[in-house]
């Protein structure tokens, strides 16, 4: 079963930045599309961003311009810049890879 470990998340004022990373274990596969999604309490779960393993990039509204996407080097690695982030920011953060699966969430807390 693929494991995916985020890191990365924690408590940071408002206008500051933070990277979050995500990588899947147990895999023996390329792992074709991978990104972040996010849950606010009370708010249903929405996508944040994501991107293919050919580079096709997809954002939400409200982050474009402040998050930036990636894949790593290594296989099946994703990370997500955060930079200029507001208290509506705050939310669980997790790795999504498709048919693998979900990570276990990573918190991100923004105060004003």
């Known amino acids: 079963q693929v494991l995916l470990v985020e890191s990365g998340g924690g408590l940071v004022q408002a206008g500051g930045s933070l990277r979050l990373s995500c990588a899947a274990s147990?895999?023996?596969?390329?792992?074709?599309?991978m990104g972040w999604y996010r849950q606010a309490p009370g708010k249903q779960r929405e996508l944040v961003a994501i991107?293919?393993?050919?580079?096709?990039?997809n954002y939400a509204s409200s982050v474009k311009g402040r998050f930036t996407i990636s894949r790593g080097n290594a296989k099946n690695t994703v990370y997500l810049q955060m930079n200029n982030l507001k208290p509506e920011d705050t939310a669980v953060y997790y790795c999504?890879?498709?048919?693998?699966?979900w990570g276990q969430g990573t918190q991100v807390t923004v105060s004003s």
């Open positions: 999504y890879a498709g048919l693998s699966g």
């Open positions: 147990k895999t023996f596969f390329s792992i074709n599309v």
């Open positions: 991107i293919s393993s050919g580079g096709n990039i």
